[in-house]
């Protein structure tokens, strides 16, 4: 059992919108900023979102995150093939003093 | 560039002992913060061990701890994590990763990462 919880998949059609959730607790989301990982098919994790709503370079604006209370989410507008990933949200958690991932979300673009 | 090149998987017994290591370039290795995380087949991420920039404060997931330690090399610019007692439940792809900062931050590039197999 993963510390956050994340729904198992989601999918939509090319061009639309995905919605990836991630619930957590005081110690940890509540507390700590939130990254999110993209890890596509036979490949290490990337990192895609960190401090709750920041890209890193090279990232398109397709990719948007946020943070409300103990929750964070993963919008990916524009919904593209090569989008089809397994995403992962993660923080630090406080009381168990090290990181913590949720169970990840497998997109599928139908 | 940053690189993070993973090495030291292998098949073990359980019980048994390896020591899986990590070596950066690209960035100055001692300014930075560096995790481990663990990935089983075909399942989630697991945090597994992080240690600061120093090296002077290391954390680690409770499955781990007791068992496992982390350390770094900044004359070698190379990150270790010594596994003992290894169980089934160890079998994993093994990533280093590095952090923005603080072992609590970001972890902004990872290895390829390395298999470990814990099997008779």
New interface residues.
């Given amino acids: 059992q993963?510390v956050l919880t994340q729904p198992p998949s989601v999918s939509a059609a090319p061009g639309q919108k995905v919605t990836i959730s991630c619930s957590g607790s005081s110690s940890n989301i509540g507390n700590?900023?939130v990254?999110w990982?993209q890890?596509l098919p036979g490949t290490?994790?990337?990192?895609l979102i960190?401090?709750n709503d920041k890209r890193?370079s090279g990232i398109p604006d397709r990719f948007s995150g946020s943070k409300s209370g103990t929750s964070a989410t993963l919008d990916i507008t524009g919904l593209q093939t090569g989008d089809e990933a397994?995403y992962?949200c993660?923080t630090?958690d406080t009381s168990?003093?090290?990181?913590?991932?949720?169970?990840?979300t497998k997109v599928t673009v139908l | 560039e940053v690189q993070l090149v993973e090495s030291g998987g292998d098949l073990v017994q359980p019980g048994g002992s390896l020591r899986l290591s990590c070596a950066a370039s690209g960035f100055t290795f001692s300014s930075y913060a560096m995790?481990w995380?663990r990935q089983a087949p075909g399942k989630?991420?697991?945090?597994v061990s992080?240690i600061s920039g120093s090296g002077g404060n290391t954390?680690?997931?409770?499955s781990v701890k007791g068992r496992f330690t982390i350390s770094r090399d900044q004359s070698k610019n190379t990150l270790y994590l010594q596994m003992y007692s290894l169980r089934a439940e160890d079998t994993a792809i093994y990533?280093c990763a590095k952090t923005?900062g603080y072992t609590?931050s970001?972890?902004?590039?990872?290895?390829?990462?390395t298999l470990v197999t814990v099997s008779s």
Avoid: T
Avoid at chain 1, 44 to 47: G, I
Avoid at chain 1, 96 to 104: E, K, N, Q, R
Avoid at chain 2, 59 to 62: E, G, L, M, P
């Fill in positions: 993963s700590n900023y990254s990982y890890q290490a994790p990337k990192l960190y401090d890193p397994d992962f993660g630090w168990l003093s090290g990181g913590v991932f949720g169970g990840g | 995790n995380v989630g991420l697991e945090w992080g954390y680690f997931a409770d990533y923005r609590s970001p972890l902004d590039f990872w290895g390829q990462g």
